[in-house]
C-alpha cells in the first residue's frame, strides 16, 4: 500500500489526470528496440513501465499499440521523470514519466481526439470525461 507521501508525490508530476490502461509501447535506443508498456495514459502523457528508463530530457519517438487502430499510434514525447529499478516500489515501479511533444496545434488536436476516445473505448463515457475534466454527454 502506497504511503499518502508517494501517492502526492505522484500527483506532483503529473499535469492531467491519468486513467489506468495497459497498451504495449515500441522505441528505439541506441539501435536496440525495446517492448514496454504503459501503466496510464492522459492526454498529455504516459507512464511507460521499464527498467531502463531512458534520461530525463530525452526525446524520442514510439508506437504505442491502439486496439480497433489498423496501425500503432506514433508519438514523440520527452522523459519528464524516471524511477529507476533500485528505487522502485510496488506504488512507484520502476519507469518513466512522458510528455507528448507535437509539431503544432493540428497534430495536437488529431493526437488528442485519439487519445480521448481510446479512454472512451477503454474506460466508458462517463469514467473518460472526468477524467479529461468534462461532463459526461447525457
Known sequence: MSSPEEEDDADE???ARRAPIELKVEYKRLNTFFA???KNIS???TF???ERPLQVGTEFVFALGVPKLPEP???TGRVIWVVLPEEA???SPAGMGIE???SGEEERR???AVVEKLLKDQLGEHLAARLLGRRPKA
Do not use: N
Open 100 to 102: 507528448f511533444q507535437y
Open 13 to 15: 508530476r503529473r499535469l
Open 73 to 75: 499510434l506514433r508519438l
Open 43 to 45: 492526454r498529455g502523457g
Open 36 to 38: 514496454d508498456y504503459t
Open 89 to 91: 516500489t510496488q506504488a
Open 110 to 112: 488529431t493526437k488528442e
Open 48 to 50: 511507460i513501465a521499464t
